[in-house]
């Protein structure tokens, strides 16, 4: 075949492509740029960011100082260490870059997850990583030129919960409802699964995303949720007697703030069960009333987090729950299943301590088990997807069996 002139040029721009910087997935960056050197420009403008100060160094290190929302909580406990960062780098081609970062308030915690278009996320080589001290980690963050995000977590928007919200929302049987707003103005979503509306049935309840960085809880609470709306015989029976209520984002404004710890009223949410004075929670508390009226009954209540491994804080077997012994033989029908490789996990039994965290106000009010569900920072996605959907079913069989005697 003959190559024509235009076939020429147009060989010769695709060689030329395939020796310059790969094309971006990014949108471009916008004009509020946080520092720049020779090597690269740093925003944080993108929703979770969190970058508190920059200092160019030299042509091709930066300083970064990562701060909390505020360095205590309204009672004057130091704030939780979960030390969240975010930022966008757009190198000024493939030259070689330094970022360190020097957290005030909290140590390093999250490992650096890296996207090229903020869906597909790597982590960064343990190569490029270099602890300095409890405060301070320099990372390599050289590249092949593209604009890419850095993030102590996989980014989990704000939108993106909205948007799985509305997918659930889509199906038969479920309906969407805001039950309260934000300090920032945004909806509080809940999602309702009846499947005979008509039909008196005791609800299974489930909240997540108190705490912001806490992402793997949020990745929990998906599969969770899936396995329970799956088409399949156990899911099914389930929701013949059963309803749920899905609260999945308490903290929109946090998590698109970037924050360790509290909403934007400078509160941890999880220590404001009882006195509900932020409208997160306030919300939360008034939906829950259906529960104190006598109007439905409650029978299990879960809360999704995120700490350093997988463990599972439920009352003690002191505590008068019902259904009795409900933690202790949900989790041993789990551990069964479980390999121990993939999803480790253990059981925290924890004495109601008196703090107005949910797992304490649900116990209280309602003599249900009440169980804060932790999911590992670290803990690899598919393991967390296999065994939330473990979780899920052995609850299901476990209040089937006590609800219906088999
Ligand atoms: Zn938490």
Redesign the pocket.
Known sequence: MKLTHISFITLALTLAACTSIPKSALPPMGAKILCENDAAKISVTHATARVNGCETVSSARFNLTIEPEKDTDPLGEPI?N?AWYGFRVDPQGSTPLTVRLTYEHGKHRYHPKISNDGKTWTWLDEAQIEKIDENDVELDLTSDGRPFLVSAQEIFTKEAHDNWTDKIAARANVTKTSIGTSIDGHPIHMLEVQTEPEKEKPYVVWVGR??PP?VT?ALALIPFTETILEDTPLANRFLDHFNLLIIPMMNPDGVTAGHW?FNKGGTDL?RDWGPFLQPETRAVGNAFKRFESGEDRIVFFL?F???WRNLLYTQTDEEPTTPPMFARDWLKAVDDRLDDEIYPFTREPRKNSGKPISKNYMYEKFGISSI?Y?VGDATPRDAIDLSASVFAEEMMSLLLKHETGQ
Do not use: F, I, L, V
Request: net charge negative.
């Open positions: 939780n979960s108190q705490h806490e809880g710890r999880n809360d987090h995120s700490t804060t932790e």
